[in-house]
């Protein structure tokens, strides 16, 4: 029962403006080409859709998750689940990047893996896909752990890479 009471309260103090999102203590400048949509499923605090990299292609998704104070698990556990979602052609774990940084006293940890996309998750595909990227952002903030986190074709993450790191380093605490 804490555990909604904690969801409920998250879901009410996200934020979403037209180039910005706050949630749990922190600000973020949001590209507008991302476009906040109504998240799919409620343990969601965010979500936003990204048009396809070119005409006639997939595009992606960006979802924001908090899960409340020492909730949600601990960073290297989040970036090992969210590489392993990603294989490669050969069934084996991509490698991924992981970097740490500090931007305006928040500790912010990207990680970024290219492969087939099958994380099992709800709100996830159920089929692998060929060819998706991830892009990663897990942020400490003052009431906890915020994790974002971008999916879709390879050659749109790649194109999203400086567009979300920007973000990432746009955070502020409120």
Do not use: H
């Not at 709100?123 to 990663?136: F, I, M, T």
């Amino acid at each position: 029962m804490k555990y909604y009471a904690l969801l409920i309260a998250c879901l009410i103090t996200a934020t979403a403006a037209a180039g910005t999102f706050e949630i749990a203590g922190l600000k973020l400048a949001t590209p507008d080409s991302w476009k906040s949509v109504t998240p799919s499923s409620s343990i969601r605090a965010g979500q936003w859709a990204v048009p396809p990299a070119a005409a006639g292609q997939e595009g992606g998704e960006i979802t924001a998750f908090y899960f409340g104070p020492g909730q949600g698990g601990d960073t290297q556990s989040n970036v090992n689940r969210w590489l392993a979602s990603l294989k490669n052609p050969d069934g084996s774990p991509v490698g991924g990047k992981t970097s740490t940084r500090t931007v305006n006293g928040i500790s912010v940890t990207q990680v970024e893996g290219f492969g087939t996309f099958a994380s099992g998750m709800p709100g996830q595909p159920a089929e692998p896909k060929e060819n998706y990227g991830l892009l990663g952002g897990i942020l400490e903030g003052p009431q906890g752990r915020v994790f974002l986190k971008l999916t879709g074709p390879a050659k749109l993450v790649e194109s999203q890479r400086t567009a979300f790191t920007a973000a990432l380093d746009s955070v502020k605490g409120k």
